[in-house]
């Protein structure tokens, strides 16, 4: 079987919340529709643009915010550097002219209800993420795209057997499973994260994966304190009111602070308690979800619905584990990566293809193997580690109230976290060689869970809480 060549940029991604296969994926898919375009027709000549959502796109895309997403990339917004608070006041104007800024260069008429269509009761085959852009030319031409968001914001065009369209690579260690990654450090005898740094310089330098990977952690870190800073109640009608605000203000306990790093000081001067970390972990992953929650800046990690797991452990060893160097945090994300890539390449990383198993399931996983190897274990311990993790989240549904990112996903992140760090913990504590179960094992009967699991369980808001808990939202 040929090795997918997934980069530590493809699972790690700067962009905007709430979700990455709902959000960042139509977002980028729009961008890529866009670029096509231009190539053939200049976009002075489209007369009228018309977007088909279908699937689970369909179904909770206004309460993931696909719509807004959609658009955004149909003006050439970059979800990477655009300012957060630009959104709203961009789309209030298209819905009261009535007119989209087509490439930033181009007016057309637009109607929201009439040009965005949300087909629920109509799926394409290939992914349940799918959706189609029709354009109309001045002369009656016509230009169409199909999209698949296929989650962590990765997108397949119809009739592409990967995400993205960048050039093939021959990596010197190639990796499907976690058998190919123990293959590798045994016989070269180097760390995971030390493998992942190799591959990456088939892309681009050493140094520059390093700045590109720093850059990733930046994003997280101050997204972690953004949300530890912002009180209110979350957009979307359900009145879900921010908890990290109020629970920052109470473990730090009057300490005075002006800035991240005075932050992280008083936060360490509070002890080591069972609770008192415990609390913490669970603050950072709050804070992290409830600026996804807000259409606020976050990293894929590997998707926006469990962005908050791994920022969340990142935190916790660089505050309680004197874990805070530069390369530390590097080797965490690499490794974290890596353990992301073979879920994707064995099973999904899409809650419409698996359920919340595929998202914080991963991320959990993830977060444990990285802090695993960040603690000295050996290969087989981080393999352990993320075993465990996944273990215990075989079969997560994901059934969002009211089709938004908020309820139970916000604080299934803090689940998520505190199992990672309980997962490293038991791996660190045990021999490998005599496990009886292995992370690829676990990684086949996530894909057969998700494979029988039902349709209604997949990010549709069909079922479980999200049908127990009715709340007559039209437009959420």
């Known amino acids: 079987m040929p090795h997918?060549?997934?980069?530590?940029?493809?699972?790690?991604?700067?962009?905007?919340?709430?979700?990455?296969?709902h959000t960042l994926g139509p977002w980028r898919a729009a961008l890529r529709c866009l670029e096509n375009l231009s190539l053939q027709y200049p976009l002075a000549t489209v007369k009228a643009v018309t977007v088909l959502l279908y699937g689970s796109l369909a179904k909770t895309g206004k309460g993931h915010g696909t719509d807004i997403a959609v658009l955004m990339g149909l003006m050439k917004e970059d979800p990477v550097t655009i300012d957060v608070n630009s959104i709203n006041p961009k789309i209030a104007q298209i819905k009261s002219t009535q007119t989209l800024l087509l490439g930033g260069e181009h007016t057309i008429p637009f109607e929201f209800k009439e040009d965005l269509v949300f087909l629920t009761n109509e799926s394409l085959p290939?992914?349940?993420?799918?959706?189609?852009?029709l354009i109309t030319l001045n002369n009656g031409e016509q230009f169409s795209e199909t999209y698949f968001s296929i989650g962590g914001g990765f997108v397949v065009k119809e009739g592409e057997s990967s995400a993205g369209n960048r050039e093939p690579v021959e990596l010197p260690f190639p990796t499907n499973n976690a058998a190919d990654i123990l293959h590798w450090c045994r016989k070269t005898g180097m760390a995971i994260?030390?493998?992942?740094?190799?591959?990456?310089?088939?892309?681009?330098?050493?140094?520059?994966?390093?700045?590109?990977?720093?850059?990733?952690?930046?994003a997280m870190r101050d997204c972690t304190y953004r949300g530890c800073h912002s009180k209110g109640e979350l957009p979307g009608g359900l009145q879900v009111r921010r908890r990290a605000f109020e629970l920052n203000k109470k473990l730090i306990n009057k300490q005075p602070y002006d800035n991240y790093e005075e932050w992280l000081a008083a936060i360490r001067k509070g002890g080591n308690s069972f609770n008192y970390i415990l609390d913490w972990v669970s603050c950072f992953a709050l804070a992290v979800n409830e600026e996804n929650a807000s259409f606020g800046r976050v990293v894929t990690a590997p998707t926006n619905g469990a962005a908050g797991v791994i920022p969340a452990v990142l935190q916790y060893y660089i505050a309680f584990c004197e874990g805070g160097t530069e390369e530390k945090i590097i080797q965490f994300l690499l490794t974290a990566s890596e353990i992301g890539s073979i879920f994707k390449k064995g099973a999904t990383i899409s809650a419409a293809m698996g359920g919340c198993q595929a998202e914080i399931g991963v991320s959990s996983a993830m977060a444990a193997g990285a802090l695993t190897e960040c603690m000295g274990g050996t290969q087989q311990q981080v393999l352990m580690a993320a075993e465990i993790a996944m273990e215990h989240h075989l079969g997560l549904t994901c059934d969002p109230i009211g089709g938004l990112v908020q309820i139970p996903c916000i604080e299934r992140n803090t689940m998520g976290a505190i199992k990672a760090?309980?997962?490293?913990?038991?791996?660190?504590?045990?021999t490998p060689d005599f496990a009886l179960v292995s992370l690829d094992k676990v990684i086949a009967t996530m894909w057969t869970t998700a494979l029988d699991m039902n349709s209604k369980y997949k990010e549709t808001a069909d079922g479980g809480l999200a049908v127990q808990v009715p709340l007559g939202l039209s437009e959420c």
Do not use: Y
């Not at 997918?4 to 979700?19: C, L, N, Q, T």
């Not at 760090?421 to 045990?430: G, H, M, N, W, Y």
């Open 193 to 218: 994260h030390e493998m992942v740094l190799e591959n990456e310089t088939s892309w681009r330098s050493e140094a520059a994966t390093k700045n590109g990977v720093l850059a990733i952690w930046h």
């Open 4 to 21: 997918e060549a997934i980069s530590v940029f493809d699972m790690f991604k700067i962009g905007v919340g709430p979700s990455s296969s």
């Open 421 to 430: 760090i309980t997962a490293s913990q038991l791996a660190l504590q045990s």
């Open 126 to 133: 290939f992914h349940p993420n799918g959706l189609s852009f």
